[in-house]
């Protein structure tokens, strides 16, 4: 037996699954990244065993796993966003696909196109679901960026770039005398660097996130509300609910709490989480997360003008947790997006004016 790169490399891709998975698998959050990685440590051995060890004349077996893995990464991205458990006994039809390719490994072709369809289906499904959450998660939290989930949607869009680059290099035979790598060994260990390094990520994202965020509540993903500018016409009703909501984010200052939910303002004006939503839409024409924002970036202005007559030189990211943002990535954007400029230049300016 002649050991390769490509060999040591599934070696390598199923001892980080193996590390994977002992970190995981005691999170109930995490189990589907669980049964990922458990998928991804037997693909590595039948792939091992077909090549080295002939395993491959008793029992074809790794064309299955392209359809374990679409569903997998599906289950995994739910599972970051909703708390509870991610898998559970509903969740057995995902499982039809892959158990029914096990009996059909010998009409390879019918997997592998069922393997392409699984693939679009699911990515789609994924990306879809990390997008409703950043929608609701500005309707419910002022700490919405920090949890946002972009690195996981473009860790998705890798796995289905990489999928379709493996697809290819199985299946386009008529690219090969044109670009004879694609064929070759270099190609395939190219393959399984990319499967490694997808993997690592996922890990790290994943355990991450659930770290960070406890998971929408069931539901959660519904708690939308349209966007638009303010209403133009705001009944009387809705103008006393936003005095309410103003009365306790304002007044009680509940805008500097980092992690502020709509939950605990609508409980503080003594309304429903809808109707917070709701009157904030119809005054300002923001969402939650950026109605908090907003107050929290002109408390900061109050604050730098307050230095520039007063002299003082406190810093501006200070200034920035004073007034609740927790991450200084975030507070730029908002500050810029707010004033069209940056802390920095807003100071000078400031100070510019004091001095004259």
């Known amino acids: 037996m002649t050991l390769m790169p490509v060999h040591l490399v599934q070696v390598a891709l199923a001892a980080v699954a193996a590390v994977g998975l002992a970190l995981t698998v005691s999170q109930p959050r995490l189990r589907a990244l669980s049964a990922l990685l458990v998928m991804s440590l037997s693909w590595m051995v039948f792939n091992f065993l077909e090549e080295t060890a002939g395993f491959r004349n008793v029992w074809l077996v790794t064309p299955a796993f392209r359809l374990a893995y679409p569903p997998l990464i599906y289950l995994v991205v739910r599972g970051v966003i909703r708390t509870g458990p991610a898998l559970t006994w509903r969740d057995w039809p995902h499982a039809v696909a892959p158990l029914l390719a096990l009996l059909l490994t010998p009409q390879i072709g019918l997997v592998e196109h069922a393997a392409r369809i699984s693939l679009l289906a699911y990515s789609v499904a994924a990306i879809w679901q990390i997008h409703r959450f950043h929608r609701a998660t500005r309707q419910t939290r002022s700490d919405a960026q920090v949890i946002q989930l972009n690195g996981l949607m473009l860790l998705v869009g890798f796995y289905f770039v990489d999928s379709v680059f493996d697809a290819v290099r199985m299946d386009a035979l008529w690219l090969r005398p ?3 790598w694609l064929g070759s060994q270099d190609a395939y260990l190219f393959q399984l660097l990319l499967s490694l390094v997808f993997v690592s990520v996922l890990i790290f994202l994943a355990v991450r996130h659930t770290r960070l965020f406890e998971g929408l509540p069931p539901g959660g ?27 306790v984010v304002r007044g009680e200052a509940l805008y500097t709490e980092p992690r502020l939910l709509r939950s605990e303002v609508a409980q503080a004006a003594g309304l429903s989480e809808r109707a917070v939503s709701q009157v904030i839409k119809a005054a300002t024409g923001c969402n939650f997360n950026d109605y908090i924002n907003r107050l929290r970036i002109e408390d900061v202005c109050a604050m730098m003008r307050e230095d520039a007559v007063s002299g003082t030189q406190r810093r501006v990211i200070d200034l920035a947790y004073t007034a609740g943002f927790s991450s200084k990535s975030v507070f730029n954007d908002v500050f810029k997006r707010e004033t069209g400029q940056t802390p920095s230049a807003y100071a000078a300016g400031l100070a510019g004016d004091a001095a004259g």
């Open 178 to 180: 044109h670009w004879p």
């Open 221 to 247: 993903m519904a708690l939308e509300a349209g966007a638009g500018g303010p209403d133009e016409a705001v009944s009387d009703t809705q103008r006393a609910n936003f005095r309410r909501v103003e009365a």
